[in-house]
């Protein structure tokens, strides 16, 4: 065949345009249609707001978190406390903003590792099949069917409430779901006819995976992250909450909302800044992975509305 | 004459969509009469389905219909979907294409016929399962006292399919829409199923619109055609004067760029050009103007409408049981100079030039080397019963002891009915399984027992392309990156590459310059050209052809086809052709094999298969493909088989077609028990290379 191609005049050898030049109008597809979606617009705008909180909100504050000031106990909001004080004078504000932060750190770092972990498994046991796909399964069902959240507070509780220990604790926990997920999506994209036509290119294994198969499920993971973010940030919430979590002088958001729970009546404000900071958080985050899916799903009915 | 049943006055359908308004319908207009068949005849997006859904009401809420359709004498466009349901199933009643998901598998097939009748009648329960009983029976499920306790997944697609009509015509509906019946059925049972609804149509007298892309059933079935493009209808008039004398350059297209069963040697099909258009923002003029051979300025400016033509019809032609007989209306500006494919004596499409060589086209097929050889191949899959301790408990024999030999430029057709292992065969080709049992020989070198250097040496020999053009190009990738990857693959260095993808693409017809784009952005004829541009990369020897054609509309495969055979021609290709499209075969290939249940029952050249038949199989199966002429599809006999395929489980010795064989019937008992006994085997007479395995053939 060799000498029929050569055969070709020359003129018939055109400029052809290179592999690194790729056409991003998918990716404006997606932004356009994740637009015309306006609760997940609203969604971004919230998270992006909160992050612009998190970051600049401490510098601004007048109080640091273990400041007490003990002629403001259990003050309502108003002009130096902003969101008032709680009933040991330790201004609600700074505590606010920097529980927030300290919830989104721990959220973003837990729902990258689990991805990553649960990518590299998931991926591998549906590449490898056979006897590496059994054990890994095996594995993760076992893991399952413990009473996780126990676990995760048990060994919280050994740590002393450190938050760089307890993204250790969420993500050891909190990635097999995941995988499954991975694992499933990545069995389906192994039967495609473009997986088979590679393998008889002669295309090595290696190059498979990564060329064809975590493209391809890469919008997936997109998802998965985001509502791993959710899932963590309820997750630390709940473990805080019941006293296995962050510990003072830490504070973070469910920490906080433990405080506030117990003077609900008195100083409601203790737990109204809290609690509200955190229900935008998660709905904003819910909004975008919702947006998301829809926008990337090309059968989605949501995303196809003109 | 009676009044119509169905009439439907400018029907337009509009959707909504990411990129525009979508036309998807545009002034159908006909009228339906009771007893009547009206073919609507188009390729995928002509708005044909749409149309039959606008018709039922089924449309999703976003679409806006307008027009008029009435249904006995009422408006029934715009009326709500409970007044809707009403005429629903005992008005008009609708076959969908797809038995599978058409029936709920959790409920019996005669639990969903009662279901149909209590919602329109008043009869009592018992009443309904003894009337769906009888449906059963008529429309030919045997044993029907006990299959109607059966659930969905009991039956074959063919039994599916006829519960489906039982359901259709249980409340004799006046007028019954079948939406590609057939397409998802294999030709035998498309035959039984096109024999069924004819009979439920003098059963109940109701009108019946079919809707489908196939002429053949069209020619076979419908007393008039409405013939749809973009949306529009194009042609409208009685069968047999729009086969005779089309008047629309897309009719004569469609009805030429068809390989005929009758015709046979490789001569070029003619193509139409191009690609069907999107039907967002149509500009002004005819849609098919771009694609047209004889355009003139007018039809770019103004799109013509659906007009008598003047028409020269026989009278006597005529099939009984229509309304309105002498009417033939065209869209096209010059139809009334366009008669029986010629435009002032001229063809309308000029019939291409191919010129032949090569260093093998005049030598015999026995003094080409051979390129591929396969030796008693057998695929086993293994029956598994038990749920934790899992034991074999038999095997089903996907591929039974087959042996062919393929030549260099020669092409190989394999065909079959779904599930008689014709794509397991090349599959298990392709993989160079060390498991697999009997031998593969590329160039002589056994690669299945060879070891794993024989496998590496010879993977570039042999290269697929697949049905489904889109399943097989990964969409993350570029088309440039799609060709190149078998060349990465093989160790090419990388100027080579860029120059042999360039060249690639321009020997399948695509242009170097859309490089890089992803292959969403083609069309199915285009992707397809992608994949063989990718099969043809590593310089191959043979290509295995899994059903390349069946997935694209018909005026885009005589395009694919013609270039399948240019390339083998061109690069001396050995072609494994597999498919269940006999005419195509017909066209393609030199020798072809039948194959039924795991086996081969017949294998010769493609003159003698089709020309003397030996195997009965292979008699039915020929005889069960609808031609696109309804002057030879109304006259010939018709073998029409009972049953299905049987089961490929165990490797009982005897026939496996013996339990459908129409020389079965007529043997006598001592006869008959060699067939049950003896599986035959594949013999022919001294020195012919045309086999076949039946005891008395």
């Known amino acids: 065949m060799s000498d029929v191609l050569s055969m070709m005049p020359a003129a018939a050898t055109p400029k052809i345009a290179g592999p690194g030049r790729r056409s991003h109008s998918r990716m404006r597809l997606y932004a356009r249609r994740f637009r015309r979606n306006k609760p997940a617009v609203v969604g971004v705008a919230i998270f992006v707001l909160l992050v612009l909180v998190a970051v600049i909100g401490p510098r601004i504050a007048r109080y640091s978190i273990s400041e007490i000031d003990f002629l403001a106990l259990a003050q309502p909001p108003g002009g130096t406390h902003w969101f008032g004080t709680n009933q040991t004078g330790l201004d609600l504000y700074a505590m606010t903003v920097h529980g927030l932060g300290r919830s989104m750190i721990i959220a973003v770092a837990v729902s990258l590792l689990t991805l990553l972990i649960a990518s590299f498994l998931g991926a591998l046991a549906a590449y490898m099949g056979g006897w590496v796909e059994k054990i890994i399964l095996g594995v993760i069902n076992f893991i399952l069917v413990m009473p996780l959240f126990l676990l995760e507070a048990l060994v919280a509780q050994k740590t002393g409430g450190n938050w760089l220990w307890l993204i250790v604790v969420l993500t050891a926990f909190g990635w097999m779901v995941m995988a499954r997920v991975i694992w499933q999506l990545s069995t389906s994209i192994r039967e495609r006819e473009y997986i088979a036509a590679a393998r008889y290119m002669g295309v090595r294994g290696v190059v498979v995976v990564f060329r064809h198969m975590i493209p391809n499920i890469g919008s997936l993971l997109v998802v998965q992250f985001t509502l791993g973010i959710v899932s963590t940030v309820m997750s630390e919430t709940a473990l805080s909450f019941l006293g296995f979590g962050i510990k003072i002088p830490d504070v973070s958001l469910g920490s906080m909302l433990i405080d506030g729970q117990s003077v609900l009546t008195t100083t409601p404000w203790a737990f109204f800044f809290p609690a509200g900071t955190m229900t935008l958080l998660t709905i904003s985050v819910a909004l975008m992975a919702d947006g998301l899916r829809d926008a990337l799903d090309p059968n989605s009915a949501a995303g196809g509305r003109a | ?697």
């Open chain 2, 1 to 697: 004459m009676s009044q119509p049943i169905l009439a439907v006055r400018d029907l337009n359908v509009t959707f909504p969509s990411e990129a525009g308004r979508v036309d998807a319908v545009r002034g159908v207009t006909f009228d339906l009469y009771p007893g009547s068949t009206l073919g609507i005849v188009g390729e995928s997006g002509s708005g044909k389905s749409v149309t039959s859904l606008a018709i039922m009401g089924l449309l999703a809420q976003s679409a806006k219909i307008s027009g008029s359709v009435s249904f006995d004498g009422k408006e029934i466009l715009g009326l709500t979907d409970k007044e809707m349901s009403s005429i629903r199933g005992s008005g008009i009643s609708m076959i969908f294409q797809d038995p599978l998901s058409s029936l709920t598998p959790v409920y019996t097939v005669g639990d969903q016929i009662v279901e149909a009748l209590r919602l329109h009648t008043n009869l009592s329960k018992a009443q309904c399962w003894e009337r769906a009983v009888d449906l059963l029976d008529k429309v030919g499920i045997p044993n029907p006292k006990v299959r109607a306790k059966s659930f969905p997944h009991e039956f074959s697609g063919g039994m599916r399919q006829r519960v489906v009509i039982a359901i259709a015509i249980a409340n004799n509906p006046k007028v019954i829409i079948a939406d590609e019946p057939t397409t998802a059925l294999d030709v035998t049972i498309q035959a039984q199923v096109m024999e069924l609804l004819a009979v439920a149509r003098q059963e109940t007298g109701a009108a019946t619109i079919l809707i489908t892309h196939d002429m053949g059933l069209i020619a076979g079935m419908a007393d008039d055609v409405l013939v749809m493009y973009a949306g529009k209808p194009i042609e409208h008039a009685p069968v047999m004067e729009l086969f005779a004398n089309p008047r629309m350059p897309y009719t004569i297209g469609l009805l030429g760029a068809m390989p005929k069963i009758t015709g046979g040697d490789k001569a070029p099909l003619i193509p139409i050009k191009g690609n069907p258009p999107m039907l967002i923002d149509l500009p002004p003029g005819c849609p098919f103007a771009v694609r047209c051979p004889v355009p003139i300025d007018l039809c770019s400016q103004r799109e013509p409408s659906l007009t008598p033509v003047d028409s020269e019809f026989d009278a006597e032609q005529v099939v009984p049981g229509e309304g309105v007989v002498d009417y033939h209306f065209a869209a096209c500006h010059r139809s009334v100079e366009i008669d029986h494919g010629l435009i002032n004596g001229a063809p309308v499409y000029p019939v291409p030039e191919h010129e032949y060589h090569g260093q093998f086209a005049d030598m015999a097929r026995n003094d080409r080397p051979v390129t591929l050889s396969v030796e008693h191949l057998t695929k086993t899959f293994p029956l598994i019963k038990g749920a934790v301790l899992k034991r074999r408990v038999g095997s089903v024999y996907a591929v039974n002891d087959i042996s062919f030999d393929l030549h260099a430029a020669e092409t190989l057709a394999i065909v079959g009915e779904s599930g008689s292992g014709k794509t397991t065969s090349l599959l298990e080709v392709m993989s160079f399984d060390p498991k697999t049992e009997g031998a593969i020989k590329l160039g002589g070198v056994d690669v299945i027992h060879g070891g794993p250097a024989a496998r590496r040496a010879h993977r570039r020999d042999i290269q697929m392309v697949f049905q489904d053009p889109a399943g097989a190009l990964d969409p993350r990738l570029t088309v440039f990156d799609i060709i190149a990857e078998p060349l990465r693959a093989f160790g090419h260095d990388k100027s080579d590459i860029a120059n042999r993808v360039a060249q690639l693409m321009e020997v399948t017809g695509l242009d170097p310059a859309q490089a890089d784009r992803f292959p969403t952005a083609f069309s199915g004829g285009q992707r397809q050209r992608i994949c063989i541009a990718r099969a043809l990369a590593p310089t191959p020897k043979i290509v295995a052809l899994d059903e390349p054609v069946s997935a694209l509309d018909v005026s885009i495969r005589a395009g694919v086809l013609n270039l399948l055979l240019d390339l083998q021609i061109k690069l001396e290709l050995s072609y494994l052709f597999v498919s269940h499209d006999l005419s195509v075969v017909r066209h393609i290939s030199d020798r072809v094999a039948v194959m039924y249940v795991g086996r081969f029952v017949e294998i010769g050249s493609t003159q003698e298969i089709f020309a003397n038949p030996r195997h009965p199989y292979t008699e039915a199966l020929l005889s069960a493909i609808p031609v696109p002429d309804p002057v030879i599809e109304r006259s010939r006999s018709r073998i029409v088989l009972d049953g299905d395929l049987p089961s490929p489980t165990d490797d009982k010795p005897g026939c496996r077609f013996a339990n459908r064989c129409p020389l079965f019937k007529t043997l006598s008992a001592d006869q008959r028990s060699v067939c049950q006994q003896q599986t035959p085997p594949l013999t022919g007479t001294e020195g012919s290379d045309h086999l076949a395995a039946c005891h008395y053939r």
